[in-house]
Nanobody
Framework: QVQLVESGGGLVQAGGSLRLSCAAS????????MGWYRQAPGKQREFVVR???????NYADSVKGRFTISRDNAKNTVYLQMNSLKPEDTAVYYC??????????WGQGTQVTVSS
């Protein structure tokens, strides 16, 4: 089992910045993926970004150039720096952990609200 604890959501004006954190604990394989998904009201959960334990990253086109993922492997923590936020970024952001055994885990979600 892997537990994920998220923090850092909140309310910000358009053009502002927020930083999300997700700390993982439990039985983790050294090879894994950590990332973020988001779900806006009335919409399906969508991929935002992910980072392999090797350091490679994938970003959704909608956040490229504005969001940056990083991770501290020593702390098993992934960060999402969100800049130039737009009202359409408003959503609940979920941390996602894909373990080396094929199991997927989700955080509890943190609300990000961007006002216009």
């Amino acid at each position: 089992q892997v537990q994920l604890v998220e923090s850092g959501g909140g309310l910000v004006q358009a053009g502002g910045s927020l930083r999300l954190s997700c700390a993982a604990s439990g039985s983790m394989f050294s090879i894994n993926l950590m990332g973020w998904y988001r779900q806006a009201p009335g919409k399906q959960r969508e991929f935002v970004v992910r980072m392999h334990s090797s350091g490679s990253t994938n970003y959704a086109d909608s956040v490229k150039g504005r969001f940056t993922i990083s991770r501290d492997n020593a702390k098993n923590t992934v960060y999402l720096q969100m800049n130039s936020l737009k009202p359409e970024d408003t959503a609940v952001y979920y941390c996602n952990f894909y373990n080396g055994d094929g199991r997927t885990y989700w955080g509890q979600g943190t609300q990000v609200t961007v006002s216009s």
